[in-house]
């Protein structure tokens, strides 16, 4: 895992961010139930305190949490490639085995005498060079 930024800047942001989301959580909250709730609300209140009055607090949740969300990221990854392979690239794959198609000309002929690809000659002139992309 890389190193953690735990500059009095990145825990001061950190404690903002936090406390920004659980205002959020606490006005979904009100908004849904019609209930206010004190709890949320106060730990909110404790992380934007500790954000401007003392940031040097916020340094254990800031490492578990950015423990946590390497942690979630790490697995997040692989689910997501397994999905894009599962669902992508199967059914593109049989598909393409339905329609008998080798795209990579990766069948082997018993008749053919080299799998060498000839390339047509072309003639070679300086404004070819100049201009590559």
């Given at each position: ?10 825990l001061k942001k950190f404690g ?118």
């Amino acid at each position: 895992m890389e190193k953690l930024n735990l500059s009095k800047q990145s825990l001061k942001k950190f404690g903002i961010t936090m406390a920004v989301c659980f205002l959020l959580i606490a006005l979904l909250i009100f908004l849904k139930q019609r209930n206010f709730s004190l709890p949320v609300f106060s730990i909110a209140l404790a992380f934007l305190l500790a954000a401007f009055i003392i940031p040097g607090a916020l340094k254990p949740v800031y490492i578990i949490w950015m423990r946590l969300a390497g942690i979630l990221g790490w697995i997040n990854t692989r689910i997501l490639l397994l999905a894009v392979f599962y669902l992508v690239f199967t059914p593109f794959s049989i598909v393409l085995r339905l329609m008998r198609k080798d795209l990579l000309d990766m069948k082997i002929s018993k008749d053919k005498l080299t799998y060498w690809i000839n390339k047509e000659k072309k003639e070679f002139s300086q404004s070819g060079y100049d201009r590559l992309f």
